[in-house]
């Protein structure tokens, strides 16, 4: 099992450019998460999905962020324009409804914003 | 939603001593707990589980505590290696969305 998989694993750029981050999950989970991590706020999640629909994205931070999951093994997170406070590691999780809440996160990816 | 601290934000333990990182949760309706160990440079990998109808579970060398009447949950570790250093989370949830405390950095010391 190859566990979450996510790509790139480190992005540097500038402000005001476009960032895409990838993630995918485990075969077979259903739930799909992204979560954003920085010394100030710590863990923060910013979307889930279920079967590949956005179930609530009300910890996206502004309309700069988006995401989607066009099929059940691949996510993106789009980032457009970027800031350089959307520096930090973001990392993307699944897990499988009905067993636990447990979450298998992947190694993430560190965002820097010049 | 759940509201889920720490109570420090660093420990700092001897190698072979047993290490306890303390939990706090609010909502009391939460009915399953999970520690996940963050190594550097790494995402949060699930250590141990517990569910709110236990007051106890034991893993390999970690054990889980559950006290409801004062809403607070640790992890111990018996004979801390330096290879547990790591910040470590507590969540809580129950509807497949847990909720994650802020971390506590165990330093283990050889």
């Known amino acids: 099992d190859a566990g979450v998989i996510q790509s790139p694993r480190h992005e540097v750029t500038e402000m005001g450019q476009e960032v895409t981050l990838r993630c995918k999950p485990i075969s077979g989970h259903d739930y799909l998460f992204w979560y954003r991590q920085t010394m100030m706020r710590g863990l923060e999640l910013l979307i889930y999905?279920?079967?590949?629909?956005?179930?609530?994205d009300s910890g996206m931070p502004e309309d700069r962020f988006s995401a989607k999951m066009p099929n059940a093994s691949f996510s993106t997170l789009k980032i457009q324009p970027s800031e350089p406070r959307d520096s930090a590691v973001y990392f993307c999780?699944?897990?499988?409804?009905?067993?636990?809440?447990?979450?298998?996160f992947g190694p993430g990816t560190r965002l820097t914003v010049l | 939603g759940e509201n889920v601290g720490l109570h420090l934000p660093t420990l700092s333990v001897q190698e072979g001593d047993n290490s306890i990182i303390n939990c706090a949760y609010s909502?009391?309706?939460?009915?399953?707990f999970i520690w996940y160990k963050q190594e550097s440079g790494k995402g949060p990998q699930f250590i141990i589980d517990?569910?709110?109808?236990?007051d106890k579970r034991q893993g390999q060398r970690v054990t889980v505590l559950l006290n409801k009447t004062v809403k607070h949950l640790s992890l111990q570790i018996a004979a801390t290696q330096p290879g547990d250093s790591a910040v470590y989370f507590c969540a809580g949830g129950g509807s497949y969305i847990p909720t994650f405390g802020r971390g506590t950095s165990l330093i283990v010391h050889p």
């Open positions: 999780a699944s897990n499988l409804a009905g067993e636990t809440d447990t979450q298998y």
């Open positions: 999905f279920n079967n590949n629909v956005p179930i609530d």
């Open positions: 517990i569910r709110s109808n236990m």
């Open positions: 909502n009391s309706a939460s009915d399953y």
